[in-house]
Nanobody
Framework: VQLQAFGGGLVQAGGSLRLSCAASGRTSSNYVVAWFRQAPGKEREFVAAIKSIIGSTSYADSVKGRFTISRDNAKNTVYLQMNSLKPEDTAVYYC?????????????????WGQGTLVTVSS
């Protein structure tokens, strides 16, 4: 399975960005895709996740109400719509996939990772 994350960029505080995570290769139809982020000098942290079939979601408290994760199974793509961005959202954002369809928040639980896309929010 290969994951490709894209859509990052530079945006002013209060602005919006949409990240995409495209999956390719052989996988079951039942899995979890999550977004994590890592700011300079900090550990990688969970942002949001979605189950591929039933679409249930989970969010970190720091992004709840501002970010929305969604999926398009026909395109094997998961999106992260980020609104009301803050400078503290600045980080490299990674998408990850786990083949067991239980949402967890630990990076080590995920089996496949994309290359990351940089989001910079200026104040």
């Amino acid at each position: 399975v290969q994951l490709q994350a894209f859509g990052g960029g530079l945006v002013q505080a209060g602005g919006s960005l949409r990240l995409s995570c495209a999956a390719s290769g052989r996988t079951s139809s039942n899995y979890v895709v999550a977004w994590f982020r890592q700011a300079p000098g900090k550990e990688r942290e969970f942002v949001a996740a979605i189950k591929s079939i039933i679409g249930s979601t989970s969010y970190a408290d720091s992004v709840k109400g501002r970010f929305t994760i969604s999926r398009d199974n026909a395109k094997n793509t998961v999106y992260l719509q980020m609104n009301s961005l803050k400078p503290e959202d600045t980080a490299v954002y990674y998408c990850a996939l786990k083949i067991v369809s239980i949402i967890t928040r630990q990076p080590n639980d995920y089996d496949y990772w994309g290359q990351g896309t940089l989001v910079t929010v200026s104040s």
